[in-house]
């Protein structure tokens, strides 16, 4: 048995380009079952997958490496469904994630500009359900007061009735209305680190069909949180609007349960981020692990053995051997 394994055996090492390497890699990879990491429709990444993988190849595009040691451990640490064979290895592939989760957001930016939404007041108008006399009231209400939301005011100074506000947010922002039927407030609050909640009003409400998770919101919706949250959970995910009072009901509850376990850490700049989510890496050796840009924040989830996930993507069975970091530039906190 040879000391050390050729990684590819029909090249000569004379021959061997980094470019030639990168190449080949990724045939090999495809040939191995690699599924792109941003794609959901090669399916849901299985933590631990590559334990049924007999020789893995490096993932990073800039690896050197020609040659692999057979004792080193190729499961882990698996970021994005790759293994690097060394840190520097690491490096490259999670500075390769941070400059595509920045590029996403640009891109999405630039391909979907704010777009104009119709006034609540006037889509309640159009609808029938109040007249001008009552929207001027309680514009004039929210003018004099200076706070509360115009649908607020409708409710509070026009009779008009909570629901009556949600089904006209909904048709502003073209969405459904959600019910909180079926929504375990244990499981859910395994989905996202708690500040998701709180900062964003992002509310995951309940997986359907082992592969959809609904997430709620109270009067907008948030379609940056829910890329970053399908590429996390490897799920698709559907956004839309909630009764006022059920999203705080529900909230609460979510709130009050046990969530993965979250480290809040501010680096000065992307290329120390890098360096410390390497480091992590590293010395947490991750059976996987993922970075998603979730508006000012990169959220890292790492899973510790291949057990941690349930049957749904790749949320969390019930937060043990699963991490939350999450990371913000600069400082804020
Ligand atoms: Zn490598």
């Not at 893995?56 to 692999?68: A, I, K, Q, Y």
């Amino acid at each position: 048995m040879p000391f050390l394994t050729k990684k590819l055996d029909n090249r000569s090492m004379d021959v061997r380009t980094p470019s030639a390497a990168g190449a080949e890699s990724a045939l090999l990879w495809e040939s191995d079952g690699y599924r792109p990491s941003r794609g959901l429709e090669g399916g849901v990444e299985v933590p631990g997958f590559g334990q049924s993988i007999p020789r893995r190849l490096c993932g990073s595009d800039e690896c050197m490496s020609t040659w692999t040691v057979p004792w080193r451990n190729r499961r882990r640490p698996t970021f994005e469904g790759q293994w690097g064979c060394s840190g520097r290895c690491v490096l490259a592939m999670v500075r390769a994630a941070m400059s595509r989760e920045l590029g996403e957001g640009e891109a999405g930016m630039a391909a979907a500009p704010h777009r104009h939404r119709v006034p609540l007041g006037l889509v309640l108008l159009a609808q029938g359900w109040i007249t001008h006399p009552q929207l001027r009231h309680a514009l004039e209400s929210q003018r004099v007061n200076g706070r509360g939301r115009i649908g607020d005011w409708l409710v509070a100074e026009c009779g008009l009735e909570a629901e009556q506000i949600t089904r006209g947010l909904s048709l502003q922002w073209s969405c459904p209305v959600l019910s909180v039927r079926g929504f375990v407030p244990e499981a859910m609050a395994l989905v996202m680190p708690r500040v998701f909640v709180e900062e964003f009003g992002l509310l995951p409400l309940r997986v359907v069909g082992l592969r959809i998770l609904y997430m709620g919101l109270e009067d907008r919706l948030d379609a940056s949180a829910a890329l970053a949250m399908e590429q996390m959970a490897q799920l698709k995910v559907e956004s839309g609007l909630l009764d006022s009072a059920q999203f705080r009901e529900a909230r609460r509850q979510l709130l009050q349960c046990d969530a993965v376990e979250t480290k809040m850490e501010t680096a000065v700049s992307t290329t120390a981020l890098a360096a410390r989510v390497t480091a992590i890496l590293e010395q947490k050796q991750p059976v996987a692990s993922r970075l998603v840009r979730l508006h000012q924040y990169y959220w890292l989830r790492i899973w510790l053995e291949s057990g941690a996930t349930g049957k749904s993507g790749t949320l969390p069975k019930n937060g043990e051997d699963v991490q939350d970091y999450v990371f913000s530039i600069g400082g804020r906190a």
